[in-house]
Every structure is written in structure tokens, then in C-alpha cells.
């Protein structure tokens, strides 16, 4: 809303409350109105549970019906978004592999991946992906995805236990804790701590767990 709409409905928020709620009961909806606020951009109005698409419609027609409020300039409402947190198993960690070389997946090969897939026709990234080999020797990785979901994660839901294909590999979409994992570290490929608190002198290569570093791994493989 701009700031004259906001400012008229607002200054009769407590009417609004009761009128929405009556409203609410009328259509058996379970939700009803705690209260009404605003800050300079927005109305939020907080209700009791989470809104369902027919409550939505309920609230935008009832402020655009408001004889003192500008309808062209109320945009349609819209649930707050929370996070929720995936991880997509059973992906190779090498992008590519071949005799004599393996590259290792990057951020924007599994940027590719989801977006070549169906899964995301249904998500909002928050953040890049985070990769994790599943062990030293392991040619299998873990992807960490954060997403925006509504507050109900109904998205979210929908996408858990979901199969897709990655080249010759069926990968799948699990639900993760907000702290995936523990740290993984780069130098000798143990897990517990990270690559700046490694005690050990050298380093391991991640391919064939040797002491030299894993893009010397050609040269002594």
C-alpha cells in the first residue's frame, strides 16, 4: 500500500480486526484477527493460525471494498516467508569423470542441476548450495539447499522424498537440520574440524587418501 492507504486504515485498525474476524466466521474459517500493525510499507495483519489462500481473499476484498482506500494501489496479500532446509542425496561428487582426470562438482554445476529439474519449479534458493563429499574415499556428495518457503512450508513438504535424475545417478530430496553436518576439513579429509584447525603436517589427498595434496593426484596416482 502507499503511505496515505495505510495511514486511513490503520488509524481504525481495531474496527478492521473485528470486522475481518466476523467475516472469517462467516466462511467456517478457523483463522481469525490478534491485531493489526504497520511500518512504512506494508499493513501486517497477525493472525491466529496460518493463512489459507481463502482467508487471503477474504482480507484483500475487504480492504479494497474500504470507501476511504485508493483499490488500485492495495497489492494483492501475501503469507511471510520463512526458511526451510533440505539436502539432496545420492549426487556425484565429480561433475565428470574420465581415465585420467575428476572434476569436482561446483556450486554452479548444482545450480544447473535444480534448475534443469523439476524441483525448481517449486523453490527460491536463500543462499549457494553447500557440497560435502560423503567421506574421503566416497565418490557420492550431499547438497545443502536453504529455501523460502511460506510459514506452513507447504513447498517444502511437497518436494521431501521427491526422486530426480542427474546424468546416470537417481538423486533425492531430503529434509535437513538448520546446521547441516559438522565440519569437513580440506587438508586431511577428516571430519570434526576445519581446514585452519587441522593438527596434522601435510596433506591427504581426498582421492586416494595418500600424503600429497589432491590436485597433485595425477602425478603420483
Given amino acids: 500500500m502507499v503511505k496515505d492507504n495505510i495511514d486511513k486504515f490503520i488509524k481504525n485498525s481495531l474496527i478492521h480486526a473485528t470486522n475481518l474476524n466476523r467475516k472469517m466466521r462467516n466462511t467456517k474459517s478457523e483463522v481469525l484477527v490478534d491485531f493489526i500493525h504497520s511500518d512504512l510499507l506494508r499493513i501486517t495483519v497477525v493472525t491466529n493460525k496460518v493463512s489459507l489462500n481463502s482467508d487471503l481473499l477474504i482480507i484483500?476484498?475487504?480492504?479494497?471494498?474500504l470507501k476511504n482506500i485508493d483499490s488500485t494501489q492495495v497489492k494483492s496479500p501475501q503469507l511471510p516467508q520463512s526458511k526451510s532446509y533440505l539436502k539432496i542425496i545420492d549426487i556425484s561428487y565429480y561433475h565428470h569423470r574420465s581415465?585420467?582426470?575428476?572434476?569436482?562438482?561446483?556450486?554452479?554445476?548444482?545450480?544447473?542441476?535444480?534448475?534443469q529439474n523439476?524441483?525448481?519449479?517449486?523453490?527460491?534458493?536463500?543462499?549457494?548450495?553447500?557440497?560435502?563429499?560423503?567421506?574421503p574415499k566416497s565418490d557420492m556428495a550431499i547438497v545443502w539447499i536453504d529455501v523460502w518457503d511460506a510459514q506452513s512450508s507447504a513447498k517444502t513438504k511437497g518436494l521431501?522424498?521427491?526422486?530426480?535424475?542427474v546424468r546416470r545417478f537417481i538423486a533425492m530430496v531430503r529434509m535437513a537440520n538448520m546446521n547441516p553436518g559438522i565440519p569437513q576439513c580440506k587438508n586431511c579429509w577428516k571430519w570434526g574440524h576445519s581446514t585452519f584447525s587441522c593438527r596434522i603436517q601435510g596433506s591427504?589427498?581426498?582421492?586416494c587418501n595418500r600424503p600429497h595434496k589432491s590436485e597433485n593426484h595425477r602425478e603420483f596416482g
Avoid: R
Fill in 204 to 207: 591427504k589427498c581426498v582421492k
Fill in 160 to 165: 521431501v522424498n521427491q526422486y530426480f535424475n
Fill in 99 to 115: 581415465c585420467n582426470s575428476q572434476e569436482c562438482l561446483s556450486l554452479n554445476d548444482i545450480e544447473a542441476i535444480i534448475k
Fill in 60 to 65: 484483500e476484498k475487504y480492504v479494497k471494498n
Fill in 118 to 135: 523439476q524441483i525448481s519449479d517449486n523453490i527460491t534458493l536463500t543462499s549457494k548450495p553447500w557440497v560435502i563429499k560423503v567421506s
